[in-house]
C-alpha cells in the first residue's frame, strides 16, 4: 500500500511537470483562432471514431503483404497509395530513388555435432539472413561455434580462436527495460551487435556471424534488419538466431564442442528504381509552406510490415481523409509522404532531402509515425524547447484521447532526420513501446497487431498535429 | 474498488470450501505416523531448494532434444533416463512397445492467387502437417480454400461447394479462457478441428483441411499434435496453420478467391520398437504395492519438448533422487515410470496397462505431471470424494509453498487414464494452465520456459505426494 501510494504521487508530480513545462510562458497573441480550435475538436472527435487508417493498413499489410524495397509488392504499394491519394483529390507525384535490392533466399541451420548428440540426428536452429548478408555456399558451411556477449570479449579471444569459426554474439535484448516502456533504448543497445557482428567478426577471420535476435520475442522468431559491411574487407554472411536458440546452442557450447552447418542463398542484384510517393493538400493561404505527414511504405520481407510501417504510413493517409470529411481546408499545405527504404538504405529520405535543399526553410513542421500503432500518450517533438508552448492548444484538444502529453527529444525519426537536423520543427506520435520489439522486424508484424480503435488514436493525433501547425498563426521558433 | 473486495471475497469462500471439503470427516486413527510427517516437511524443503529436475528437463531439452516417437532422440532419451535411474540405485527395466513411426518432411505453402496481388508474387504460409497426416504430391497441390468456422458450417456448404477445395477450420482458441486459468478446457474446444477435421473434409471430397492452430500463440508459430483418419475413407493431408496466418486467408476470403499451393511429404514408417522406461525404488514394510510416478518421455518434433513433457518426466526423476539426498525409504514401492508414445499413440501405456491388468489392485496409487511446469497450486484427485480427506496433512505440508489445495477431477492425465477408469487413485500436479497452451505442441516449446523454481516446487508436490502416499498407513477408499 505504501508503494502504491509514492507511486500514484510520483505520476501526480510527473504529470504536473510535463503540464507546467508545456504550458508555461505561452506566447502572446492567440496560436490558434477560435475557428481552428473549434475545428481541431471536430477533427479530433471523427479521427477517433474512424476506421479509415484500419482498413488501409489492412490492405497493405493482407492484401499487398510484404514491401521489401526493390520487390513487385513494394512498388505494387507505391501505385495503390498513388491511387488512394489522388481519390482524395491531392496532387500526387511520385519521386524517383534507386534502392538496394537485397533478395532472400533459402536459409536453415542445423547443430551437427554437440554433447548428448543421439548418432544420426541434428537440432534445427531458427535463423534468418540479416539484411544485406552474402550467401554461405550453396551446399551450406560447417564450423564451430564460439560464443560471446560483447566485442570486447571476441577481441580478448584473438585471431587463433576465432578464425575458422562461426562466431555467435550472444548479447540478450533487454526485456524488461522494454517492458518498462524504453524499446527503442533496448533494440539500440541490441542493434549494434546485428549491424557490427559480421564486420568484428571478419577482421579476425571468422566465416560467418549470427547473432541473437534484437528484439523481446520467445517465440521461435527470428529478427532480421540491416547489417554492415567494411569496404575492401572480406564479407561473411551473417544471420539473427531466436532466442531459443541463441539458448541452446550457448547452452550446449559451456560443454563441448558445438558444430553447425549454415545455408543461407540471399542474393543483392543491382539497385532497382523506386519511388517515394508524395500527395499535396494544397494550402489555402500559405501554400509554398509544407507540413510532412509521413510513415515509410517499405517493409521487411519476413511478416506482413503492417506495425513496421504500413500502419504510419495508413495513419498518415487517414490525415487527408479525415480533413476531407470534417470539410477542412489548411492554410498551410498539407504533405503526404510515403518514404520508400527506409528499411536498408533511406534512399527515399536522401532523395526528398536532395531535391528540398533549396527549399528547407519553408517545411514549416515534418511529422512521422515509424513506432508502431499502440495507444498514443501524445508526440514526441525535436526542436527548440522553446516552441514547445506553442503546442500546447493542441495538447490540450488531444487530452480528451489521452494523449494530451509532448515531450522534447533529439530526433523522431529516421526519415524526417535530414530535415530535423537542418532546423525543421520535427514530430512523431509518443508511444510506450512495451510491446513493439516483441514483433518488429519478425514474421509476426501482421495485421493482428492493429488495434482498430489505437490506430484510429494515431490518426486524430497526426490529424490534429498537422492541421493545427498548419493554421498555426505564428512562425514556430527554430 | 467495490469488484476488488468481491474478489478477495470470493477467494475466500472458494479457499474455505475447498480446505473445509478436504477436512471434513477426516478419518482417524492417524493416517500418517508422526515420523512420516517429519520425513514429508524434510523432503518438501529440500525438493523445493533442488536443482535437479531443471538440470534433467535441461539435458532432455538440449542435449537430447524432440522426441517423437520412433526416433532416435527418443530412443537416446530411453537410455538415458533408465542410465539416471540406475545411478540412483532403481531396479529399472524397459517393458517393450512397438510405436507408430511418423516423420516429418518438407512443409510449406504459399497463397498464389488473391485480390490485390502483385503480379509474380506469393504470400507464405505458416504451417505445420499434422501427425500422422498423409502426403500431397511431392510438388505439391493447388487449390482454392474454402473457410469455414465449424463443421455444421462445413456440412451446411455441402459436396458441391467443397469437393476439390482446401477447407480451412478457423476456430478461434478461447485465449481468454486460457488467460483464466482454464487452458485445458480451450484446448478441449479447439482440438475437436485439429482431429476431425481432415474426416469432415474428405467426406465432401475436399483435398486437403488446414485448421486454425489449437493454441494461444499470437507469434506466427504453428501448433501441431495427432489427426485421425477414417479406417477404409480417403485420406488428405492434414496441417495447422498460425494464428496470423489464418486470420490473413480468411480477411482475403472474404473479398474474392484464393488460391493456396500445399506442399506437405510427411512418411508414416513401419511401426517401431520403443520402450516404457520403468524403475522402482522397493517398498520397505509393502514392496508389492505401488506408487507410481510419471511423466511421458516422448515429445512432438518442432520444439524441445521442454513443458510437454521433459518437465513431467524430470519431476518424476527428482523424486527418488530427492528421497536418497534426504535418507528416506518408502514402505510401499515407488514406481518411476517414463511413458513411451503419448502424443500419437499411447502405445506405452496401452503396454503398461495390458501386462498389468491382472495386478491392478496393488496400484496403491498413480501420479502423473503433463501439463507443464508452472507454479502449482496442489494437486488433482481422480478417484472417490470420500478419499479425499486422507491426502488433508499432504496438503497441510505443501501449503509451506502455496501448493496447499486439492480438487476433485474425473481424469488426471491420459497415460495414467487406463489405471484411473479400474479405479487406481490418480494424482497430478494442479496448474493454472495460463501460459501452458502458448508454446504447448509448437517450435517454442523449449528450456528456456521453465523456471528453475517452479520445476523445483513441482518436484516437492510429486515427491511429498509419492512418499506420503507410500507411507499411508491405511488403504485409500476405492
Avoid at 121 to 130: G, H, M
Avoid at 176 to 192: D, H, I, K, P, R
Avoid at 382 to 389: S, T, V
Wanted: aromatic share 8%; proline share 5%.
Amino acid at each position: 500500500m505504501k508503494f502504491m501510494k509514492l507511486y500514484l504521487l510520483l505520476l501526480l508530480i510527473l504529470a504536473a511537470a510535463i503540464s507546467s513545462f508545456a504550458q508555461a510562458a505561452a506566447p502572446t497573441p492567440p496560436l490558434y483562432s477560435e475557428k481552428t480550435l473549434a475545428e481541431l475538436k471536430r477533427l479530433q472527435q471523427a479521427a477517433v471514431a474512424s476506421d479509415y487508417a484500419y482498413r488501409e493498413v489492412g490492405y497493405l499489410a493482407n492484401n499487398i503483404g510484404p514491401r521489401l524495397s526493390g520487390s513487385a509488392q513494394a512498388q505494387r504499394a507505391v501505385e495503390y497509395v498513388a491511387d488512394e491519394m489522388r481519390k482524395l483529390g491531392l496532387e500526387v507525384r511520385l519521386q524517383p530513388c534507386m534502392v538496394p535490392h537485397w533478395v532472400r533466399g533459402a536459409e536453415h541451420a542445423e547443430i551437427i555435432e554437440w554433447d548428448g548428440m543421439a548418432p544420426g540426428t541434428t537440432q534445427k536452429v531458427v535463423l534468418t539472413a540479416l539484411g544485406g548478408s552474402v550467401a554461405t555456399p550453396e551446399t551450406g558451411l560447417i564450423a564451430e561455434v564460439i560464443v560471446v556477449n560483447t566485442f570486447d570479449e571476441l577481441t580478448a579471444l584473438g585471431r587463433d580462436r576465432v578464425a575458422g569459426k562461426i562466431v555467435l554474439f550472444d548479447n540478450k535484448f533487454d526485456s524488461e527495460m522494454a517492458a518498462s516502456g524504453f524499446g527503442l533504448a533496448a533494440y539500440g543497445q541490441a542493434v549494434q551487435y546485428r549491424f557490427g557482428g559480421a564486420m568484428a567478426a571478419a577482421r579476425l577471420g571468422a566465416v560467418a556471424a549470427l547473432v541473437r535476435s534484437a528484439g523481446g520475442s520467445q517465440n521461435r522468431l527470428a529478427h532480421t534488419g540491416t547489417m554492415g559491411y567494411t569496404d575492401g574487407a572480406t564479407k561473411i554472411p551473417g544471420a539473427a538466431v531466436s532466442y531459443e536458440d541463441a539458448e541452446t546452442i550457448a547452452h550446449l557450447a559451456k560443454n563441448g564442442k558445438v558444430r553447425i552447418k549454415l545455408t543461407l542463398t540471399p542474393q543483392t542484384l543491382p539497385d532497382a528504381p523506386s519511388f517515394n510517393v508524395i500527395a499535396d493538400l494544397k494550402g489555402s493561404e500559405k501554400p509554398d509552406e509544407i507540413i510532412i505527414i509521413s510513415g515509410h511504405l517499405d517493409s521487411w520481407d519476413l511478416g506482413q510490415g503492417a506495425i513496421d510501417d504500413g500502419a504510419g504510413v495508413a495513419v498518415a493517409m487517414s490525415v487527408p481523409a479525415m480533413l476531407k470529411q470534417v470539410g477542412l481546408k489548411p492554410k498551410r499545405t498539407i504533405r503526404f509522404i510515403a518514404w520508400m527504404n527506409e528499411e536498408n538504405g533511406g534512399r527515399g529520405s536522401a532523395a526528398y532531402a536532395e531535391a528540398e535543399k533549396a527549399n528547407i526553410t519553408n517545411h514549416f513542421a515534418a511529422i512521422e509515425a515509424d513506432l508502431g500503432a499502440s495507444h498514443p500518450l501524445g508526440f514526441f517533438f525535436a526542436g527548440k524547447k522553446e516552441a514547445l508552448p506553442f503546442f500546447a492548444p493542441i495538447s490540450n484538444i488531444l487530452g480528451a484521447q489521452g494523449a494530451g502529453q509532448s515531450q522534447l527529444q533529439d530526433g523522431v525519426g529516421s526519415d524526417v532526420g535530414p530535415l530535423t537536423q537542418k532546423g525543421v520543427p520535427s514530430f512523431a506520435p509518443w508511444f510506450n513501446q512495451q510491446t513493439y520489439f516483441n514483433y518488429h522486424h519478425t514474421a509476426a508484424d501482421t495485421f493482428d497487431k492493429i488495434s482498430p480503435q489505437e490506430i484510429a488514436e494515431n490518426s486524430s493525433v497526426m490529424a490534429v498535429l498537422a492541421y493545427g501547425l498548419a493554421n498555426l498563426e505564428q512562425p514556430i521558433p527554430r
